[in-house]
């Protein structure tokens, strides 16, 4: 795809003006970096860090059977989700692997806000849209839905932009940006809240390890909104940050990225994240394929692992060996900004993923130590 073809965010010429290092990403043009992604990485770790995530999709799910029909099509629990609150949940394929990992928002009493990855906003959408026309997923004998449960699925990715705002001041800014008298959301809480004349959501989410918001408006108040933050942000030591930044925090806290640990050809008992599926639910997309995995143990597993010696840093796709035995493959990594150590997520087989175990990782011909860890691999005492 030519530069010319990818999307623009509402932000994009912020960044520009900002100096930031722009590529192309699930089809949108993003900022990689800024002022350089160890930088941005430690802005976060030690006082804020704002990142643009206008890429991302949201869909409106509204009407009667909404929580029913969103419980066929999500592996969480959507029943159990109170008004003004969210939870992280899949939606799977017939064979249990995983077209999207996302965070689904209770916005109403019988409408929802689900936000997904930028590069499946549109398969999702046609998914979601093909299951709800043919009418199968609530499992009526007569096959539909239709007459008892008029159901709305809206795309509404064009018209939201999206921030998130994440760092261990984020409860200071919070109050300088919105005012000190405004409540700050519960983790998993999502609330309206008044900024600059127009409303805003604000969600007590984030996808770096430490407390942070996640704030979405109308595409047309984007930079009002991240001007705004930048400014007030300033006393906190705010900085913008990139995909890059994104990538070395996930990785320190295990946070998978869909793409590279999660797919369609992976389900999320392998991914380690079976939390996330409730199969006591009687019915949901995948759930037979998930109680075959659960009953014989996954093939192979997602596990974290640390390099045991200070050298280049593991990359996606490097072959890892135990004994000399290939046993998997590495699907992220990274040189920890915070450990000071090269990190990496891997598959490999079940039988070999123990906590404690010693692999190698096989980098450019040569085989480097590493050893398996328990998540996360970045803890507040390591820093």
Request: aromatic share 10%; with cysteine; net charge neutral.
């Amino acid at each position: 795809m030519s530069e010319a073809a990818h999307k623009e965010t509402p932000l994009y010429k912020e960044h520009v003006r900002l100096g930031a290092r722009i590529v192309p990403f699930a089809g949108w043009l993003m900022p990689v970096q800024y002022t350089g992604i160890v930088d941005e990485h430690q802005a976060v770790r030690n006082n804020v860090g704002i990142f643009d995530i206008s890429h991302m999709g949201q869909f409106i799910v509204e009407g009667a059977g909404a929580r029913d029909w969103l419980n066929t099509m999500l592996t969480n629990n959507v029943g159990k989700l109170e008004a003004g609150m969210g939870q992280y949940t899949f939606l799977l394929n017939e064979r249990g692997g995983i077209i999207d990992d996302l965070i689904v928002y209770r916005i109403g009493d019988q409408k929802f806000l689900l936000v997904v990855n930028a590069a499946r906003t549109d398969e999702d959408f046609a998914w979601l849209e093909k299951h709800l026309k043919e009418g199968r997923s609530l499992g009526r004998p007569d096959g539909g839905w239709k007459d008892a449960a008029p159901l709305a699925l809206i795309n509404r990715s064009a018209d939201f932009g999206g921030v998130a705002i994440q760092g261990p001041r984020v409860v200071e800014f919070f109050r300088a940006l919105f005012g000190r008298e405004t409540e700050l959301p519960a983790r998993n809480q999502i609330v309206k809240l008044p900024f600059n004349g127009v409303t805003v959501f604000v969600a007590r989410t984030g996808y770096t390890g430490e407390d942070g918001i996640e704030v979405f408006f109308h595409a047309h108040d984007a930079v009002n909104f991240w001007n705004a933050a930048l400014e007030k942000g300033k006393p906190f030591g705010i900085k913008p940050c990139g995909l890059g930044a994104r990538d070395t925090l996930r990785l320190e806290m295990c946070y998978p990225l869909n793409g590279s640990d999660l797919s369609p050809e992976r389900n999320p008992i392998e991914a380690g994240l079976g939390f996330f599926v409730d199969l006591s639910k009687p019915k949901f997309i995948g759930r037979e394929a998930l109680l075959k995995t659960k009953e014989n143990g996954p093939r192979e597993r997602l596990v974290p692992f640390r390099m045991k010696d200070k050298g280049p840093p593991p990359r996606p796709h490097y072959s890892v060996f135990q004994n000399d035995e290939r046993i998997g493959e590495v699907t992220g990594g990274t040189l920890s900004p915070s450990l000071n150590w090269g990190v990496g997520m891997a598959y490999v087989s079940a039988a070999h993923g123990k906590i404690g175990a010693q692999i190698d990782i096989e980098i450019r011909g040569q085989k480097f130590p590493a050893i398996i860890e328990k998540k996360p691999l970045y803890k507040k005492s390591a820093s």
